[in-house]
């Protein structure tokens, strides 16, 4: 064999178990990290995921990040589970290397689908923070807080471009408060209404559009450590991807909340899910809109009428 033929040979025997060692993380980062569902008595299941996302949630406990990213002024029992871009590609002109997460030619760019469970707790710190009035039915969609439910995809991004910060030397909490933004586009409004799941579930839905930050490091002044940030799943951009995009461009999220009550023999829960795409201009001028020219709303869409949600 010559040379030059056993080298090829090396750089694919060398991407391919790299590729499978990414995957290999993920499923540790689930293994490790994922909260039992079933033991809290919840029935939670993904059922249609497209190509390009993870199949398998990851489920963590989300309390005590929304306590700190509140200042304190959220404090519930409240789980996530969520799935985001893998790199199974999606796009001929994807980029081979990266996550699609974080590909700025994959319609997954900056997109999340997930699902909140916040607990019915006994010391109605789940009423006071999700419904207008605590004593009230909490399986009253009119009684839902929109405010409350708009919150937790802000606080879930606020935590994920904090996370793209880490190691940031002279970085400080403060800096990055001055920085992050996540504010309604002009214009846009909210939307409520109600829709009827295939179970025949009524839910509350909310959607509207809020310009935000990326969740895209620097990788020249971060270090994203491998087992304490969400580089585990989605692993860190290249010189490519800043060909596109800077790091922590302006972006707007387009998506959807909906909620509505469980009631379970032990206890009750809300379930809040979330799903979103990415608005964002590229460094050629081009203006992306994943929402409106893919099929990603139709199917994050589809991804809500196929989830598996209940009591044990």
């Not at 991004?157 to 920085?179: A, C, P, S």
């Not at 304490?228 to 972006?251: K, Q």
């Not at 809300?270 to 990603?296: K, M, P």
Request: aromatic letters at 14%.
């Amino acid at each position: 064999m010559s040379r030059i033929k056993y080298f090829i040979v090396v750089v694919c025997i060398a991407i391919a178990v790299f590729s499978l060692y990414r995957f290999r993380m993920a499923d540790l980062i689930r293994m490790v990290q994922n909260v039992d569902l079933a033991e809290r008595g919840i029935d939670l299941h993904f059922g249609y995921v497209p190509p390009g996302l993870y199949s398998a949630p990851f489920v963590i406990d989300f309390s005590r990040y929304l306590y700190r990213l509140s200042g304190g002024r959220i404090d519930i029992a409240i789980i996530n589970a969520y799935t985001v871009g893998n790199f199974e590609k999606d796009s001929i002109r994807s980029i081979e290397s990266v996550s699609n997460m974080l590909d700025p030619t994959s319609k997954y760019k900056d997109t999340w689908f997930g699902v909140f469970i916040i607990e019915d707790d006994s010391g109605f710190r789940g009423r006071r923070f999700l419904l207008k009035d605590a004593f009230s039915g909490p399986d009253d969609p009119e009684n839902l807080n929109v405010d409350s439910l708009i919150r937790l995809p802000e606080l879930d991004q606020k935590l994920i471009v904090f996370n793209t910060h880490q190691n940031q030397r002279g970085y400080t909490i403060r800096d990055f408060e001055d920085d992050f933004f996540f504010e309604p586009v002009a214009g846009s409004g909210i939307k409520r209404e109600i829709i009827i799941d295939r179970a025949g579930r009524r839910w509350l839905k909310v959607s509207s559009s809020f310009r935000t930050v990326a969740a895209l490091t620097d990788i020249r002044i971060t270090d994203m450590r491998l087992f304490s940030s969400i580089r585990s799943y989605i692993g860190l951009p290249t010189d490519e991807v800043y060909r596109h995009v800077e790091p922590w461009h302006p972006i707007v999220i387009k998506g959807s909340v909906l909620a509505r009550y469980f009631e379970c023999q032990a206890k009750g829960f809300w379930a809040v899910v979330y799903y979103n795409g990415s608005a964002f201009q590229n460094r050629e001028g081009e203006q992306v809109d994943n929402w409106v020219h893919t099929d990603l709303k139709t199917e994050l869409e589809k991804m809500f009428q196929s989830l598996e949600i209940g009591c044990q």
